[in-house]
């Protein structure tokens, strides 16, 4: 990671402490490991939740996604110009990941490395329940948290699995899976 991503992630997270959940951006193990659940053989749009600095957008260009398959809605105006400036075939939208309704797609996955146990569990429940809706049948989430628990429970009809736990990330962190 550049010692330039990691100031200008502690820069951002000290504006904005609820937006930002973590005090360095993800690393790139956690970045695969989210990349990995994710099927570049399946086709459709890719949406990516809060990429920050863009790790996992480059995992998931590694794993074989086209840059123009993938939408990255970032609510951190600095993030998005940083997304932009690095990643100029992707979609990046400035603005808050929780209005998904703004996105008309059906997904063949979506990838949030949003902090979501910053958020009320009222706000995070509607955020998996309505990203579900919007991806194509048996398509992923895929969300990381810190906790030791998935941050919202599988709503109705829907399952939720642990895919990867990466200690190697400051701090160690879990990626979670949900499917409807």
Partial sequence: MPLSDQARFLRRLAANPTHIGAV????ARLARAMAAEADPSREGPVLELGPGTGVVTQALIARGFKPERITAIEVDA???????????????????????????????????SLPLLNFPLARRQTLIADALSRLAPGAPYIQFSYGFTPPVAAPDGACVKLAARVWLNLPPARVWVYRA
């Fill in 24 to 27: 360095a951006p993800s690393s």
């Fill in 78 to 112: 600095h993030f998005a110009q940083t997304m932009r400036a690095r990643f100029p075939a992707i979609t990046v939208v400035q603005g808050d990941a929780f209005q998904l309704a703004d996105v008309g797609a059906r997904f063949a996955a979506i990838v949030s």
